[in-house]
């Protein structure tokens, strides 16, 4: 299944694509893709709501598309998660994944802007696999039981801004926790959807051109791994957002280096979970 939400900042409705151009509304029986949902076996029931409904899709009329998910308890990054990436940095390659947390309220939509907060100097971009957990996790006994806890997989937009994350107390939180720095969506798309999510390729553009292309399968830690190491140190809810890393082509790895500016339009995608199109805003 697809999940996505559509409708106006706020109060986006959950439906679940079917196709380019129709959805199954659910939002009469579903209240939100959020963690009381996950927690409840929301993805069974749905399965069957859908089947019982599938002779009736609705088509799409250009309403907003929101993040797939409600705001989460809590959204997990790995840092320098791909080889090629640490590579372009500079820095070794983590004997272990390296976590930092992005506030959760950054989370947006595939489409909505982008803004660039106050002070900043050196705003990155980085196309990003996002996990989404299904079930509240800890202590898994191994990496397959990971499988189990992954409610789905996303496309995000991990919106950085450098000189707060390197040059200011190496506080990488706060170069990664701005309002709309988590673009996420177009929808959450089932394991079953996806082939191999070892083996997906990734690219971000901006302005037209190239920066990013990648694919999953040069991450240092694969998803099921990430889950497996996480649950050995806090719980995982519901509905949580985990950002695994980036391929190279990021800002901070040209030379000289390049920055995002008011004006620019970012657009990225990863193979099966859709693409997204976001215009750069100033500051406030």
């Not at 694509?17 to 659910?26: G, Q």
């Not at 390197?166 to 720095?181: N, V, Y």
Request: a negative charge; one cysteine or more.
């Amino acid at each position: 299944m697809y999940l996505m939400r559509i409708g106006a900042a706020g109060a986006e409705k959950p439906v679940v694509r079917v196709s380019n151009d129709h959805y199954i509304d659910v939002s009469d029986v579903v209240a939100d893709f959020d963690e009381a949902f996950f927690a409840d076996d929301g993805l069974g029931r749905l399965r069957k709501l859908v089947a019982a409904r599938s002779d009736h899709p609705t088509p799409f009329a250009g309403e907003r598309i929101g993040s797939p998910i409600a705001r989460p308890h809590q959204i997990l990054c790995i840092g320098l998660n791909y080889s090629d990436h640490a590579a372009e940095t500079g820095q070794a390659v983590p004997a272990e994944p390296i976590l930092f947390t992005k506030s959760p309220n950054t989370l947006v939509g595939p489409e909505d802007d982008v803004r660039i907060p106050r002070g900043s100097t050196k705003p990155d971009w980085e196309v990003e696999l996002g996990i989404v957990i299904g079930t509240r996790t800890s202590y898994l006994d191994t990496v397959d039981d990971a499988r189990e806890a992954i409610a789905g997989y996303v496309l995000v937009n991990d919106v950085s801004e450098r000189s707060f994350q390197m040059d200011r107390g190496g506080q990488w939180s706060k170069g990664k926790s701005a309002e709309t720095f988590n673009p996420a969506g177009p929808w959450l798309a089932t394991p079953d959807e996806v082939d191999d999510v070892r083996d997906l390729g990734m690219w971000l553009d901006v302005n037209g051109i190239r920066r990013q292309t990648g694919s999953t399968s040069t991450m240092i830690f694969d998803p099921y791994f990430i889950v497996h190491h996480l649950s050995q140190f806090m719980v995982l809810e519901p509905g949580d957002l985990i950002n695994t890393g980036t391929p190279p082509g990021v800002g901070m790895g040209f030379d000289p280096q390049i920055w995002l500016q008011a004006g620019d339009v970012m657009e990225l995608g990863i193979d099966g979970l859709g693409r997204q199109r976001q215009s750069v805003l100033a500051p406030r």
